[in-house]
């Protein structure tokens, strides 16, 4: 069963750095197919697609986040992570790691299936002084 | 960018009621490339559909996707204790670029 565990400190001041770590187990961050990807949720509020990796180091980020976030990859530990800068008290919510499946069909056609299988826990990041 | 509009807001319905949410794009979405999720207090997203119709592994057949184009929907068949929760629909566009819908709360009445 793949489990994925975000780690990293739950308090950043604001316009430093936030930094989080997300462990895969019972599975290879290498697999094809899967993007691994940050989602996050300010409190009481709903899902926010960050970013996404592939294990090749390929990226690709939503707009708004775009010049302050940064995904990597480390095959060698099974692990990715997010850098978002100059954080904000906006910047406040649980982040959630997650497995992106971009899966061929071929069907009653062809094409692509695109979805989040499996996530963390997620970990609250407060952004504060 | 595709907008994802979901309604309602809230759903109020007791155990064993139908609960329609619906979820409409502000352009068309590729039906592959629709899923819905459903969120426990204080847990992660739960993956239920994908493909707009297609069940995930281990949900329940009282789930049921439908809708192609612009509008989509999410059925519960008869409403269990542990389907009140907030669920959302989630779309993929070849920017890349993936959205979240609000999200509809089905509350207990």
């Known amino acids: ?129 | 960018e595709t907008v994802l509009t979901q309604s309602p807001d809230t759903l109020s319905l007791s155990p064993g009621e139908r609960a329609t949410l619906s979820c409409r794009a502000s352009q068309i979405v590729i039906s592959s490339y629709l899923a819905w999720y459903q969120q426990r207090p204080g847990q992660a997203p739960r993956l239920l559909i994908y493909g707009a119709s297609s069940r995930a592994s281990g949900v329940p057949d009282r789930f049921s996707g439908s809708g192609s184009g612009t509008d989509f929907t999410l059925t519960i068949s008869r409403l269990e204790p542990e389907d009140f929760a907030v669920y959302y629909c989630q779309q993929f566009e070849s920017s890349p670029r993936l959205t979240f819908g609000g999200g509809t709360k089905v509350e207990i009445k």
Do not use: H
């Open chain 1, 1 to 129: 069963q793949l489990q994925l565990q975000e780690s990293g400190p739950g308090l950043v001041k604001p316009s430093e750095t936030l930094s989080l770590t997300c462990t895969v187990s019972g599975g290879s961050i290498t697999t094809s197919s899967y993007y691994w990807a940050w989602i996050r949720q300010s409190p009481g509020k709903g899902l926010e697609w960050i970013g996404s990796i592939y294990y090749d180091g390929s990226t690709y980020y939503t707009p708004s986040l775009k010049s302050r976030v940064a995904l990597s990859v480390d095959m060698s530990k099974n692990q990715f992570s997010l850098r978002l800068k100059s954080v904000t008290a906006a910047d406040t919510a649980v982040y959630f790691c997650a497995r992106l499946v971009e899966r061929y069909y071929s069907y009653e056609g062809s094409g692509y299936y695109v979805y989040f299988d499996y996530w963390g826990q997620g970990t609250l990041v407060t952004v504060s002084s």
